[in-house]
């Protein structure tokens, strides 16, 4: 316990953008092979540094197959809530979640992130017995302690019964239980978050294990079996009190980003691929009158490709799908980054005007059939998949990994691991800095980053930017 | 000025810098009336919190007092439930010193029942305990003047005197709590929240803990 609130919480978005710039990314790697240990590596990102945009530490775990995907910390601007009393937390701890295995890891920062380590483990069979749960994702840190989103139920293959949230105290790290108390039609998850002030939770959905662990399954696909709705909560009753079918054609709804300031009242879903046509689609929801909206916003097309630039998986379509995986909105609520894992191309959107969005800047790398190298000449397999922008808007950082089995699947040419970064202009535009590239250790690929002292799809504010 | 006349006055005094101590307490929810002007875009929302907010603490601070002015009507066991009540008041504020964790019954209330978790709250951190002693010490100087009245006179008395000492804490605490409140808002910005915050928890345990002593070692001393 602290005497003072940790000066890496920000009580609205505008101070967390006038906040110092990050020094370290952290980032999640994979062994896709499961043949090695999953890991943390600690990057330097402070401009000027000897290593700068290299690994200077990893934290490597004890097992193998843990298959890290999605992380967080254990504390953000949210432990300022008017409603919490209690600011006397540390963003100190990492919690990294075993999307197949099931087990968490807690990792402790301090005293530096060049010293990171394994704090605390937390076993799968204590996420079962306590939650009914499986799969652990999504991670957020709020009110009630840690959410963490998870995508299985119970059993082997966790298909029995509904995945959900469960909550971890964010001390102890003890499991709690579930989160939910009602939830109404809800039987897939994915991504959530919320408006902490506005006291409501906005979640997604992806797929039941079965769909995603062996890879893509193109018969659900095709069949509409993914998930394709938005669920609207009320967070402190923990009760689902709307839920929006997007359409059973738009295929895979992930990530949910609310805007940061609270006193706005929407926000964006991101659709992986419209199965009547293979675009993928920006979805703007917003609350009005008591009730939720959504609506199509945005829409990216396929790019049709010869068949021998396309992958079997494909070959039948004659197309690429822009497959939009990872959205990220700024700090300040105006751009909205667009990952297109399958065309190879980050987009970002002003969306000032939330229902209307203007693509303002876009580049291009990497992707199935174009293969744009990095302007510093380097290949850059895969796409632009999981999207972290700096506090104050002007770095955007991405890695090319989706997922193991998938990436083997949309580029079976292999995908060594990379992370790149973009400058951001004053008034939008992108451009690829030539001096950032991460390597990666062979047989590792790169998932999530999360920034030094938050990042824009970690903090939620309670108050307004006035 | 009689010895009991000074005595009251210091009573009151502590009974006035207790409410100025729960006011500027972020704990005890000026910042949520800063947060109801900002999302409304309106002083008058700043000001509609603060309603709430003292209602549910001059609640809190009731349902500890108003047991107690029907207790200590018992005029000839005053003594120990004095004793008593600084024992219990050092109890609790050793609890709060030794175990820190936040209720997280607290975090399920909703934002728009601030009448509800101001009470909560105040209950929760013994906040009522805080004025205990001195409420049961201000009710005996004024039993001092009586001499011997009936009991149901006395009754009536305590329970005034609850009522007076709870609304003379609230009031200073909806002073202090909305001043800071609206000089946040108006002036020095969201900020200052994480700025002013500091960790108040071990003086509050330590305060109940001394105000529990204070009128333990009075009632022990006068009663031999």
């Known amino acids: 316990m602290t005497m003072r609130p940790d000066p890496t919480f920000h009580a609205s978005p505008k101070l967390a953008m006038e906040a110092p710039p990050e020094h370290f990314a952290y980032t999640l790697l994979l062994s896709p092979d499961f043949k090695k240990p999953d890991a943390l590596a600690v990057i330097d990102v402070k401009p000027g540094s000897k290593t700068y945009g290299r690994i200077v530490h990893t934290v490597t775990m004890p097992n193998k197959g843990d298959e890290f995907h999605h992380f967080g910390w254990n504390a953000c601007s949210s432990a300022l809530s008017p409603l919490a009393g209690h600011a006397f937390i540390e963003r100190r701890y990492l919690v990294i979640p075993g999307l197949r295995s099931s087990r968490i890891y807690i990792i402790d920062t301090k005293p530096s992130p060049l010293e990171a380590k394994i704090h605390k483990i937390i076993e799968p069979e204590e996420v079962f017995k306590k939650t009914g749960y499986s799969r652990p994702h999504t991670i957020h840190c709020g009110p009630e302690g840690i959410y963490v989103s998870t995508l299985g139920g119970g059993g082997k293959d966790g298909t029995q019964g509904p995945p959900g949230i469960f909550i971890m105290d964010c001390e102890t790290f003890d499991v709690l239980g579930r989160w939910e108390i009602d939830r109404g039609p809800q039987t897939l998850h994915y991504d959530f978050w919320w408006n902490l002030p506005r006291d409501y939770m906005v979640s997604s959905e992806w797929a039941l294990p079965p769909q995603f662990e062996n890879g893509i399954v193109p018969e659900d696909l095709l069949a509409n079996k993914y998930g394709h709705r938005l669920h609207f909560w009320d967070l402190r009753a923990r009760r689902n009190v709307q839920t929006i079918d997007l359409g059973a054609n738009h295929q895979m709804a992930l990530e949910v980003r609310p805007a940061h300031d609270p006193i706005r009242e929407y926000g964006f879903v991101g659709v992986v691929v419209d199965t009547t046509n293979l675009e993928a689609s920006i979805w703007t929801w917003w609350r009005e009158g008591g009730k939720f909206h959504a609506e199509k916003t945005a829409t990216i097309p396929p790019e049709p490709a010869p068949k021998e630039k396309l992958p079997p998986l494909l070959q039948g379509f004659g197309a690429v799908p822009p497959l939009v995986t990872d959205i990220d909105l700024s700090m300040d609520d105006r751009f909205l980054y667009v990952s297109c894992w399958g065309t190879g191309e980050m987009r970002q959107y002003d969306v000032r005007d939330p229902r209307k969005p203007k693509l303002a800047g876009s580049v291009h790398i990497g992707g199935i059939a174009r293969r744009t190298p990095h302007p510093n000449g380097k290949a850059f397999a895969g796409g632009p998949q999981m999207v972290e922008i700096s506090r104050d808007g002007k770095r955007v950082y991405w890695t090319n990994s989706l997922y193991s089995t998938w990436d083997d699947q949309f580029y079976p040419d292999g995908m060594p691991g990379a992370e790149v970064m973009a400058n951001v202009g004053a008034n939008g535009g992108l451009e690829l800095a030539k001096d950032y590239f991460v390597d990666f250790p062979e047989g590792y690929r790169p998932h999530q980053i999360r920034l030094e002292g938050g990042d824009c799809s970690t903090d939620s504010f309670c108050y307004p930017s006035v | ?224």
Request: with cysteine; charged share 10%; glycine share 8%.
């Open chain 2, 1 to 224: 000025m009689s010895d009991v006349d000074t005595t009251a006055l210091w009573l009151w005094l502590a009974i006035i810098a207790s409410g100025l101590f729960h006011g500027i307490n972020p704990g005890m929810g000026w910042p949520l009336a800063v947060s109801a002007g900002l999302m409304d875009k309106s002083p008058r929302a700043l000001l509609g919190a603060l309603l709430p907010l003292s209602t549910g603490h001059l609640a809190a601070m009731l349902l500890v007092l108003l047991p107690f002015a029907l207790l200590i009507a018992l005029t000839e066991w005053q003594r120990p439930i004095q004793i008593a009540a600084g024992i219990v008041v050092i109890g609790f504020g050793l609890i709060r010193l030794i175990d820190r964790r936040h209720p997280r019954a607290l975090a399920r209330i909703s934002p728009a029942r601030l009448a509800l978790w101001s009470f909560a709250v105040a209950i929760a951190h013994g906040a009522g305990l805080m004025l205990l002693p001195i409420y049961l010490g201000l009710c005996a100087t004024s039993s001092a003047h009586d001499g011997h009245a009936a009991a149901a006179r006395v009754i009536d008395q305590n329970l005034a005197m609850a009522l007076l000492v709870a609304l003379v804490h609230t009031a200073a605490m909806l002073g202090a709590g909305g001043l800071l409140a609206w000089l946040v808002y108006r002036y020095l910005g969201v900020r200052f929240v994480a700025r002013s915050w500091f960790n108040l928890e071990t003086v509050w345990a330590v305060s109940l803990v001394l105000v529990g002593a204070a009128a333990l070692a009075v009632n022990v001393a006068e009663w031999r």
